[in-house]
């Protein structure tokens, strides 16, 4: 069964460093999203990225974040200048349809540690 | 701004009875509804989706209903077994693509 992968499955980095998180959509799905989960909280919509271009993004997903599609298969989260509060699960996602009422294939997540 | 309430943390049955879990929420009325179960450590995994004219949608041992009155949803897992133990998550759906989470109800099945 198809299924979306994610890497690192744990990154640590220092505050202040960049960190790319890498994620491999289900093949034939047209929406991406990213979410993130602090350890023992809700999960939280990021941004969700349609035709290329972000489609919806929470207050979250301010100057600091980023995402892109680089090639056909990958679709990345880029965090500049991470901070102590930063340090979550990020889920990556994806969806098939653009019918509105459509399911969400979830990744494993990276584990994100910032020190 | 969308309010999603699970109003137990936690829920503890005995293997073959039925769990229910309740989901209320507030301030808009969803398009859609969706529940997803998470493992720990693992990302949610989708159950069932319930639109706002449907008022039950069934999947094998699951169960979801949608009251749009009550602004309410309730899922059932009848003849519950320790593999169902887990964190069950409901979730709106605006119709933006844009999935606003609970914070889950954890279930713990006895055997």
């Known amino acids: 069964e198809p299924e979306v992968t994610q890497t690192p499955s744990h990154q640590v980095t220092q505050m202040g460093q960049e960190v790319i998180l890498r994620c491999v959509p289900i093949s034939n799905h047209l929406y991406f999203y990213w979410y993130r989960q602090i350890l023992g909280q809700k999960v939280e919509f990021l941004v969700s990225?349609?035709?290329?271009?972000?489609?919806?993004k929470s207050e979250i997903f301010d100057d600091q974040f980023s995402v892109e599609r680089p090639d056909g298969s990958n679709f990345t989260l880029k965090i500049r200048s991470t901070k102590l509060e930063d340090s979550a699960m990020y889920f990556c996602a994806s969806s098939e349809s653009q019918v509105v009422a459509y399911e969400q294939y979830f990744g494993p997540g990276t584990r994100l540690t910032v020190t | 701004s969308q309010k999603i309430e699970q109003n137990s943390e936690a829920l503890n049955i005995q293997e073959g009875k039925t769990a229910t879990l309740t989901c209320n929420y507030t301030n808009y009325s969803p398009a859609y509804l969706q529940w997803y179960r998470q493992d720990p450590g693992r990302g949610p995994v989708f159950l069932l989706l319930i639109r706002e004219n449907e008022k039950e949608k069934r999947k094998e041992r699951l169960k979801v209903t949608f009251d749009t009155t009550l602004k309410q949803s309730l899922f059932h897992i009848t003849a519950s077994q320790p593999a169902d133990s887990a964190t069950y998550l409901c979730a709106l759906d605006t119709g933006r693509r844009a999935l606003t989470f609970g914070s889950g109800t954890r279930l713990q099945v006895q055997p």
């Open positions: 990225f349609y035709n290329n271009e972000i489609s919806e």
